[in-house]
Every structure is written in C-alpha cells, then in structure tokens.
C-alpha cells in the first residue's frame, strides 16, 4: 500500500507542481495585485505600493468601466441567448435522422476554424461595408433603400454589428456540445415515446432537454468564460482605443495594464489586476447560480 502510495506521489508531483506553477500561483499574484498600485506589470513586489481596496472603488465610480461591464452584460445575456437558442436548434435538427448530417455540422461549425481577426475583417469588409457590402447589396437589390443606407458600423449600430457577427462565429462551438449530449440519449426513450404518440416538441420537452441539463450547465459556463474574454472583436470594430460602443472590461484591463489609448493617462498594472479579480468572480457566480438552478442529479438515462 505504502509503494503504490509512494507511485501515486511520483507520477502525480510534476503534474501538481506545473499546474501550481502556471495555474495557481498567477492566480494568487493576481488576487495580492489587485490590493497594490503597480506600475509596470513586470515591477518587483518591493515597487508595489499597498491601497488597499481603492482599486475596486476606483472601478466602480469610473464610468468607462461602468460601460464596459453594462456592454459585457449584454454580450453575455442577449448574444448568450442568441447563440444557445440557435446551437440548440441546430443540435435537435441534426440528430433528428436527416441526410448529409455530417456535411451539414462541418459547415455550421466552419466559422470557429477561422481566426477572429480573419472572421471580424471579413465581416467588415463584406458585410457590413456600406458602398458593396453584403447587406447594402441585399437591401438594395429587394428596394429597402432606407435599411440599405445604413451605415452598420457606426456609433449607433456598431454594437449590434458587432453583437450579431460574434454570436455567427459562436453558434457551432456550442452546437457541437448540445449535439454531443442529445447522442448520448438512448434511442429507445424516443421510439418508446413515438409508439405513445408523443409527437417531436412533446419528445424534446418530456425527455431531450431534461436530459441535457448537465450540457445547458457546461455551455453557459463555457459562454461565460469566452464573453469575458471578449477582447479581439472590440478591438477590430473600433478604430478608437476606448470606444464606449465597443469597450469591454477586457479591453479597459489592458488600457490600464500596458498605458494604451487615449483616456488612460497613468499606467496601473494593479488596478488592471482588479479588473481581472472581478471578472473571475463573475465567472464563479455565473457558475454557482447555474448551479442552484439547474439540478441534473435525479435524471437518469
């Protein structure tokens, strides 16, 4: 018992320790400097001047932050309901015994092989450009010509342009996850149930999404980590460092951590760390309150 004790501390301590290395420990760092003024992010601890918890109230009374949480509230929210509502559809329609699924799933999937940067320029460029974009083009060949002057990228529409091509790119990621789950349902709960007359909707309401709640748990976790991590796409959509249409709390993180951009006029790699504390937390609570109000521990196949 003592060897396979002594095996198991073996193998298990470079795993453990790497992880603490690059995992745990950065984490802690963060946590410390975010209670510190810093200003370089590469500055020894004996730089660091303690404030406390003045970082936070600084956030909070700042209104370019306060912007930058209300526009992440709504990426999460609206493109989250968006996205899950039509990755789920998605996911039901193709395991529902059509033809070609597999092409059908490779092309819905195709956007999260392209690159951000690749897959904003092209919506820019071809969809939203208002001389021979798509959607000029479009609105134009069918007479709309008010919609078709519109100009998507400018301050009043930017947000939803940039709302509705992020949620494009995002629909296949979580298709794939709901699809995973529904094909881990027995056939057989849905022949039993088609030989009692349940049609489709009663099928999918009675047995598919009871039985997916544990993936519902897993994709709004999984939609909360990359909506926090929204950074690349406001970046390409606005020409200006601190647009309040665009700007995200990651975004302001590195406006204050690296001194970028216009409104910022003193680096503070620690109030910059205050910023990603706070959004870890909001992660953790998203998580939580799933959570409570998703329960799949009574649900069995």
């Known amino acids: 018992m003592k060897r396979n004790r002594t095996m198991f501390i073996v193998f298990l301590a470079p795993a453990l320790i790497l992880f603490c290395a690059v995992f745990v420990y950065p984490i802690f760092r963060t946590i410390i400097m975010s209670l510190f003024k810093v200003e370089n992010i590469t500055s020894g601890m004996s730089e660091w001047a303690f404030v406390g918890i003045e970082n936070y109230k600084s956030l909070v ?77 479009t609105f134009k060949n069918l007479g709309l010509d008010s919609l078709a002057a519109i100009n998507w990228t400018d301050s009043d529409h930017k947000f939803w342009a940039l709302l509705f091509a992020y949620c494009f790119g995002m629909v296949g990621y979580h298709m794939l996850i709901f699809s995973s789950g529904i094909e881990k349902i027995p056939q057989e709960l849905f022949e039993a149930s088609t030989i009692d007359g349940a049609s489709k909707p009663q099928q999918f309401r009675s047995i598919t999404w009871p039985l997916l709640s544990g993936v519902v748990k897993t994709n709004i976790t999984m939609w ?41 006029s003193e680096r503070n790699a620690g109030l910059g760390a205050a910023v990603g504390v706070l959004l870890g937390l909001c992660v953790v609570i998203v998580f939580v309150v799933t959570n409570r109000l998703i329960k799949n521990d009574d649900l069995e196949f």
Do not use: D
């Not at 990755?87 to 490779?106: P, W």
């Open 61 to 137: 009374n700042t209104s370019l932050f306060r912007i930058s949480m209300w526009n992440l509230f709504r990426i999460w929210l609206i493109g989250g309901l968006v996205v899950m509502s039509l990755a789920l559809l998605f996911a039901v329609i193709l395991n529902s015994g059509i033809r070609f699924k597999r092409f059908y799933r490779a092309v819905i999937y195709m956007p999260n092989i392209i690159s951000a940067v690749a897959l904003a320029t092209m919506w820019i460029q071809f969809v939203y450009n208002p001389r021979f974009g798509l959607l000029t083009t």
């Open 224 to 264: 909360s980590i990359t909506s926090v991590a929204f950074f690349v796409w406001s970046q390409l959509f606005s020409m200006v460092t601190a647009e309040t249409q665009t700007i995200t709390p990651m975004v302001y993180m590195y406006l204050q951590v690296f001194g970028a951009g216009n409104v910022i």
